[in-house]
């Protein structure tokens, strides 16, 4: 097991759609918006490349998609997809490691659009396993199809104070994150206190490490590959947005 699926599955997975900081179906709303934005064709087959709990999975399928392939690594974020997706039936939960390569999961063209958000980028081992995925995007695409990636620049050095990070809190939780460099990697501490029946705190903590991409360094790849690079703009919660279509 690696270290990310380990720090998923014994802690993260079971918070990850609390910590995002907001009802599921606004944030389905959020990003449904911003896929808007990026002129999908809202049609076709989707492919949701590191799913998580589901949130561009309901966003692709409330646009139009009649069928979304969801991939991810955790069995606890894709139980928890399938429990939010009942009213999707086109929403299809793939449990598969993406290092693996796609072949096993997509006929090669035959996805008209191809998401890969939030963290699934920075959780892949190095800069290599990055090329690979977005080679195994564009083989996957129709040609003129379209692939949309979002992750955060952790290539700014983080010092001082500001290596401390209050994710979320309530009367029940808080979230809390530590940062440490490790060079090419940015390790991420992840401290969860929650309140127990007797008003006492349980401390739950795991770390993990966080693959730093340059921005510049991913288009260049993206163009590379054979895409042509539509927009890469800011998009919500401090992530940038790269938008790619297959030439």
Not at 71 to 84: F, G, I, K, M, Y
Not at 129 to 151: M, W, Y
Request: charged fraction near 20%; glycine fraction near 6%; aromatic fraction near 6%.
């Amino acid at each position: 097991m690696s270290e990310v699926v380990a720090h998923y599955e014994q802690l993260l997975a079971q918070y990850y759609t609390w910590m995002l900081g907001a009802d599921f179906d606004a944030l389905v709303a959020e990003q449904r918006d911003l896929l808007k934005s990026c002129g999908i064709s809202k049609s076709g087959v989707a492919l949701d490349l590191g799913c998580g709990s589901g949130l561009h999975s309901v966003a692709l399928a409330q646009l139009g998609y009649n069928s979304v392939l969801a991939v991810d690594v955790s069995p606890t974020l894709l139980a928890e997809l399938a429990t939010r997706a009942v009213q999707f039936p086109g929403i299809r939960p793939i449990h598969a490691d993406l290092c693996a390569g796609l072949r096993p999961i997509v006929e090669p063209q035959s996805i008209t659009t191809a998401v890969c958000m939030g963290d699934t980028l920075s959780h892949l081992p190095d800069l290599p396993a990055v090329q690979r995925l977005l080679a195994d995007s564009f083989e996957a695409l129709i040609p003129g199809g379209v692939l949309i990636l979002s992750f955060r620049d952790l290539t700014k050095p983080v010092t001082g104070l500001d290596r401390f990070i209050q994710v979320r809190a309530d009367d029940s939780r808080i979230m809390t994150c530590f940062l440490e460099d490790e060079g090419d990697y940015l390790r991420v501490h992840d401290l969860i206190h929650s309140r127990t029946p007797d008003s006492s705190w349980q401390l739950n903590k795991s770390s993990y490490r966080k693959l730093r991409i340059p921005p510049t360094w991913l288009t260049t790849q993206l163009r590379d590959t054979g895409f042509t690079v539509a927009s890469s703009v800011p998009g919500p919660r401090g992530m940038l947005v790269v938008t790619a279509f297959r030439r």
